[in-house]
T-cell receptor, first 114, second 110 residues
Framework: DAGVTQSPTHLIKTRGQQVTLRCSPKSGHDTVSWYQQALGQGPQFIFQYYEEEERQRGNFPDRFSGHQFPNYSSELNVNALLLGDSALYLC?????????????FGPGTRLTVL | GESVGLHLPTLSVQEGDNSIINCAYSNSASDYFIWYKQESGKGPQFIIDIRSNMDKRQGQRVTVLLNKTVKHLSLQIAATQPGDSAVYFCAETPGNQFYFGTGTSLTVIP
């Protein structure tokens, strides 16, 4: 049973560039959430996708956008990268939307903005 | 915003001893709580959860206690092992999204 997978593992970008991160949920899961984890901090909720729509959103600017595909996989896009966007980006999947279901996390994508 | 904090940022315990990691939350509307373990270079791993209609829940070597009166959550690890060394996060949700604390780094001394 494949767990949550994310790609790429590491990524280096420069300020102003755009980045796309990818996530495949755990088998049987249809809900995907994205988190940003700065060094030494806990994960911060970015948004959650269910049925190909953004259902919940945390306190992140519009530079952060996403997409969910019919196969439940998801992308996180960040435009106009800032140095402060450097972080570990985590994807988590669940078998239902909302916040009352166990979330399974992927290994993350480490983004470095220079 | 939400506030989920941990009392101690670091904790060192002797192998075989019991560990207790504490967490305070601020939203009285939160009704579901999860403890996660995160090892270096990995994503958070689910340890145990508890709903607000319970005060205590036990798993394998782990126990979570919830005190809604003082908005406090604790994770107890019995017979701590070197493999338990990691950062532990508590997360709360009032039903829409999860809010994570800063984390406590647990180091097990052999």
């Amino acid at each position: 049973d494949a767990g949550v997978t994310q790609s790429p593992t590491h990524l280096i970008k420069t300020r102003g560039q755009q980045v796309t991160l990818r996530c495949s949920p755990k088998s049987g899961h249809d809900t995907v959430s994205w988190y940003q984890q700065a060094l030494g901090q806990g994960p911060q909720f970015i948004f959650q996708y269910y049925e190909e729509e953004e259902r919940q959103r945390g306190n992140f600017p519009d530079r952060f956008s996403g997409h969910q595909f019919p196969n439940y996989s998801s992308e996180l896009n960040v435009n106009a990268l800032l140095l402060g966007d450097s972080a570990l980006y985590l994807c988590a999947s669940a078998d239902a939307p909302g916040g009352h279901n166990e979330q399974f996390f992927g290994p993350g994508t480490r983004l470095t903005v220079l | 915003g939400e506030s989920v904090g941990l009392h101690l940022p670091t904790l060192s315990v002797q192998e075989g001893d019991n560990s207790i990691i504490n967490c305070a939350y601020s939203n009285s509307a939160s009704d579901y709580f999860i403890w996660y373990k995160q090892e270096s270079g990995k994503g958070p791993q689910f340890i145990i959860d508890i709903r607000s209609n319970m005060d205590k829940r036990q798993g394998q070597r782990v126990t979570v206690l919830l005190n809604k009166t003082v908005k406090h959550l604790s994770l107890q690890i019995a017979a701590t092992q070197p493999g338990d060394s990691a950062v532990y996060f508590c997360a709360e949700t009032p039903g829409n999204q999860f809010y994570f604390g800063t984390g406590t780094s647990l180091t097990v001394i052999p």
